[in-house]
């Protein structure tokens, strides 16, 4: 099976004009689906068909799988220092020696990350199957930090408000939402870190700061 943000060794199953197509040969469907591309400015001269070939695969511009016989500066799962190549108002872009930077988006960051900077990264997979970069290094530390800005923004709603909100445990969610701009998910954790620091009580409809 071809793993993308992987190093690994592939076969060719076609020579074309503009490349050759790779498959993993263990996967006995090789379907069109399962193969991946390795252009032709990057193809050694005697590479000739079933011929195997170590290469890395990612996703081009378009995303499209694309293999390649360079070796980026971090592979998935690891670590590693890379600098940031571009900003935009959708996250920050990150050299990882490829074509294609690498993107590392608002969620995955800490503080706001400028052109120049050397950050360092983790290399995982998004909901969408795409490579992306993060600083939170590991789930725990991101978690830790989502819960504390929550309950930050919680704690000063309920500045703002006299100390009493009038959401709790079994408020709908679109009123959670409303007053807190928060799911109600988000809003459950955000209010049980506050409670177990003994900085406000819940009822099922009332939060009051202690």
């Known amino acids: 099976m071809i793993e ?5 060794t592939l076969s060719v199953v076609k020579i074309v004009e503009f490349g050759a197509y790779l498959a ?43 293999a390649t016989t360079r070796d980026p500066l971090i592979h ?3 670590v590693a220092s890379l600098k940031v190549s571009d900003v935009s108002d959708i996250g920050a872009f990150l050299d990882w020696g490829l074509e294609k930077d690498l993107f590392l988006p608002f969620k995955e960051q800490k503080g706001r990350p400028q052109k120049g900077d050397i950050v360092s990264v983790t290399l995982y997979t998004d909901k969408s199957n795409r490579l ?8 725990d530390e991101k978690k830790t930090a989502d819960y504390n800005t929550n309950a930050k923004i919680l704690s ?31 809003f459950k954790k955000a ?20």
């Open 4 to 8: 993308p943000g992987k190093r690994q």
């Open 24 to 66: 993993d040969t263990a996967d006995s469907t090789s379907s069109e689906e399962s193969r991946v591309l390795l252009p032709k400015k990057e193809l050694p001269p005697d590479l000739m068909y079933m011929d195997p070939i170590d290469v890395f695969v990612y996703r081009d511009s378009k995303d499209r799988l694309i």
């Open 76 to 78: 998935l799962g690891e």
């Open 132 to 139: 992306a970069a993060s600083m939170w290094i590991s789930k």
């Open 156 to 186: 000063d709603i309920l500045k703002k408000n006299g100390g009493v909100l009038a959401i709790g445990d079994k408020s709908e969610p679109e009123k959670i939402k409303e007053l807190t701009g928060m799911s109600k998910n988000e």
């Open 191 to 210: 209010a049980g870190n506050l409670y177990r620091q003994r900085k406000i009580t819940i009822s099922d409809n009332e939060i009051k700061s202690i």
